[in-house]
């Protein structure tokens, strides 16, 4: 019996998976932190291989809510950064945990909410004032309650607006932002999100878009290296090479049409394109 | 419904057509589990045999320790290799987080516990006779013990299928210490678990629902192995047949 278990690991390990092939490039790990929006959008899948052809890397790309990506720079525990949290990053520069912070792209928030719209945030004039009427309306609102730079920037507007969010309708999922919208679909609720991820599950949700278009709800995107004099051991220059890749005309002009076969416009507005 | 029947068209298709993405992610769940659950009984085995069968000082303790190990949350597992094995933790120098290795680890704590504790009651329940009877017919030490575990074989099995199952089935851990990662454009420490949970994250039902599926089915086919062996039809039926196919030639031969 031992020997079937043993037979079976033999075997599998005989045909070789798990072992990296051999390439004729020695490559370097690299370990890059990144949010899950980033990674559900599928443009890392693109943009890694882009990296990888033409620098000796080998990207493990970690995706988890932009709080906790910066969280892993502070402890020195990735070489470089993809987050869209702007306060969070600011601050990080400040403290000196990370440095070449450098814009890369953006998109949106976007509120959803149930077609019949209860609270009325169709006619809202202002991201603020869509928050103020679903809080007046206690209509229930779903928020990621993770840290995540869609978090972040849920609670800015709602101090914006004035309003501390408490009650039974303010749910917190702690999830992503993709199991978050499938709650929000479900309990026919008020969300914040990217629209990356609402276009990706668009034909999943039963939500609209009912408001948009706020400058508060930009949604910017960041490359940024961990700070090797704080972490001697991080790869600094492989952080420089995929913070130079990001910002690369070749980078950027990809993001033009990245989407647009899929959803009829591009996900993301690229930041840095060559004049 | 449809949604699931699609799933399972879907899963059929990727089987049949030997897709390189899923064959490699199955492949490497089973070679992780394989690998942990071969670890977990070559630790879990002669520790539930030593608790079941000794008795010293200490000994209450580190049975509780066992039976609570097999409750221990998978995620909880993950969390903690996952600050053992960050760089600025204390075995940080090995550079294994983010590799199967991580993972292979992770999946062993899990697994080596269910083996020793149900090893352990499985021999506490045995006629202590059996090893009397082994010595008195020469046995060692071990060889009575040896024998014993012959005896429960079944149970041993049922320690193993737990063990196995418990493994293939997590994702939790499986996510923090391996970070379902590709590398170099291949699957590297993604797992059926964790591609299924990532699929699920960017929308793709359909693809989520097959590899749910294959997974189903792959536990189902190595269960199914081991509880062959385990009520003893595996080999006995083709045994059987060539017994008898071979005594019939030597009565035409003669």
Redesign the interface.
């Known amino acids: 019996m031992i020997g079937l278990v043993a037979v079976l690991a033999i075997v599998t390990m005989a045909t070789g998976c798990g072992e990296k092939k051999t390439e004729p490039v020695e490559r370097t790990e690299l370990i890059l932190a990144t949010t899950t929006s980033t990674q559900d959008s599928g443009l890392l899948d693109e943009w890694v291989p882009m990296f990888e052809e033409n620098n000796p890397y080998s990207v493990k790309v970690i995706a988890v809510g932009s709080g906790q990506a910066m969280e892993m720079g502070r402890n020195g525990e990735c070489d470089v950064m993809l987050v869209h949290s702007p306060s969070e990053e600011e601050k990080m520069v400040a403290e000196g945990y990370a440095i070449d912070r450098n814009a890369v792209m953006h998109n949106n928030f976007i509120v959803l909410g149930p077609a019949s719209d209860p609270a009325g945030v169709k006619s809202a004039t202002s991201a603020e004032e869509a928050f103020k009427k679903i809080a007046a309306s206690q209509q229930p609102f779903i928020s990621r309650g993770d840290d995540s730079g869609t978090h972040t920037r849920e609670l800015k507007v709602w101090k914006e607006a004035g309003i501390e969010p408490q009650g039974t309708w303010y749910v917190e999922t702690g999830k992503g932002m993709a199991d978050t919208l499938r709650v929000a679909s479900e309990r026919k609720a008020y969300t914040l999100t990217d629209d990356a991820t609402y276009l990706n599950l668009k034909e999943d949700l039963e939500l609209e878009v009912l408001f948009e278009g706020d400058k508060i709800l930009y949604n910017n995107y960041h490359v940024m290296d961990v700070n090797p004099e704080k972490y001697p051991d991080v790869d600094y220059e492989g952080a420089q090479a995929f913070n130079d890749f990001c910002i690369s005309p070749e980078a950027q002009e990809f993001l033009l049409t990245f989407g647009e076969d899929r959803f009829g416009r591009p996900l993301f507005i690229p930041d840095a394109l060559p004049e | 419904m449809g949604e699931i029947w699609q799933g399972f068209v879907e899963a059929l298709r990727l089987i049949v057509t030997f897709n390189p993405y899923v064959m490699?992610i199955a492949?490497?769940t089973?070679?992780?589990c394989?690998?942990a659950?071969?670890f977990g009984?070559?630790m879990g085995i002669p520790l539930g045999s030593v608790l079941a069968l000794y008795r010293f000082r200490g000994r209450k303790f580190l049975v509780t320790l066992v039976n609570a190990g097999m409750g221990l949350p998978p995620v909880v597992v993950g969390l903690f290799v996952y600050l053992f094995l960050?760089?600025?933790g204390p075995l940080g120098f090995l550079g294994w987080l983010?590799t199967?290795k991580a993972i292979v680890i992770a999946e062993i704590v899990l697994a080596m516990p269910l083996i020793a504790g149900i090893t352990m009651a499985a021999l506490q329940n045995e006629n202590p006779k059996i090893r009397l009877q082994a010595r008195s017919l020469g046995a060692g030490e071990a060889g009575s013990i040896l024998t014993l575990l012959r005896e429960t074989?079944i149970s041993?099995?049922a320690a193993?299928i737990a063990g196995f199952g418990g493994i293939i089935s997590e994702v939790g851990a499986a996510m923090m210490v391996g970070?379902?990662?590709?590398?170099?454009?291949?699957p590297?420490t993604r797992t059926l678990t964790t591609a299924t949970v990532q699929e699920?994250?960017?929308?793709n039902?359909e693809l989520a629902i097959a590899l749910g599926i294959i997974l189903l089915g792959i536990t189902f086919l190595l269960v199914w192995?081991?509880t062959s062996?385990q009520q003893g039809s595996l080999l006995s039926e083709p045994v059987r047949v060539a017994k008898s196919l071979f005594s019939r030639f030597r009565k035409e031969a003669a």
């Open positions: 490699k492949l490497f089973l070679y992780v394989a690998i659950t071969f009984m070559l960050k760089r600025r983010y199967p074989r041993l099995i193993v970070g379902n990662l590709m590398l170099n454009g291949e590297y699920v994250g960017m929308g039902s192995v081991l062996i």
